[in-house]
């Protein structure tokens, strides 16, 4: 989706082609993207894109904005040893990352795999998935702007200290940090806009 720019037509035939499946799988993932509000269908005319609009920036942030954090906070409180080791892990891999020669297409991977472990390990699958949805919606506005952004590397930091104060069972702190993380996401877009 993040190859996909606004209003821009899908085929489904042609993305089934492209992703070597069958037409089936890639109808049912066009319908889960149309729930999540990245794709609309139109009859008899097809399906496209959704346009981005700046208050969407605006909506999508102030749900983010108070889910984050509490997700943060549940990661933070529940999470098992296994997990913490896991947390720790990635932390540690985003840290090593040379962001000199890392992609934006890479770090936009890191970036979704920090926050879906976080709201998986959360353990409230409800939550998770509001999340999710409004995390994918995020994504690709920060994807629309990212060659425009002067620099990643601060919110991939930020990313690296929220791990550690969730592994480390300090829940305010991840709470805090998670908060600071969607406003500093909202900020940087809205510079460059």
């Known amino acids: 989706m993040l190859d996909i720019r606004p209003n821009e037509p899908l085929d489904d035939d042609a993305l089934a ?63 098992s040893a296994a997990e913490r080791q896991e947390l720790l ?14 992609s934006n297409h890479d770090l936009m991977h890191y970036d979704a795999q920090v926050h879906r472990t976080i709201y998986r390990v959360g353990g409230n699958p409800h939550l998770e998935d509001a999340l999710v949805r409004h995390h994918n919606l995020a994504t690709r506005i920060f994807c629309l702007f990212l ?3 002067p620099a990643v590397d601060g919110h991939v930091h930020e990313h690296v200290d929220l791990l550690r104060a969730i592994a480390a069972g300090h829940g ?21 806009i």
């Not at 149309?34 to 999508?60: K, Q, S, W």
């Not at 892990?89 to 890392?102: I, M």
């Open 17 to 79: 082609e492209e992703l070597q499946m069958g037409k089936t799988p890639v109808r049912e993932a066009i319908k889960r993207l149309e729930v999540d509000r990245l794709i609309v269908t139109y009859p008899r005319r097809g399906t496209f894109a959704t346009g981005v609009d700046i208050t969407d920036l605006a909506h999508i942030s102030e749900v983010r904005s108070l889910l984050e954090p509490l997700a943060a906070q549940r990661a933070a409180e529940r999470a």
């Open 172 to 192: 305010e702190d991840a709470a805090s940090r998670a908060a600071e993380h969607v406003k500093s996401f909202e900020v940087a877009v809205r510079s460059v």
């Open 147 to 149: 060659d425009r952004l």
């Open 89 to 102: 892990h990635l932390a540690d891999r985003l840290e090593q990352l040379d962001l000199a020669t890392t």
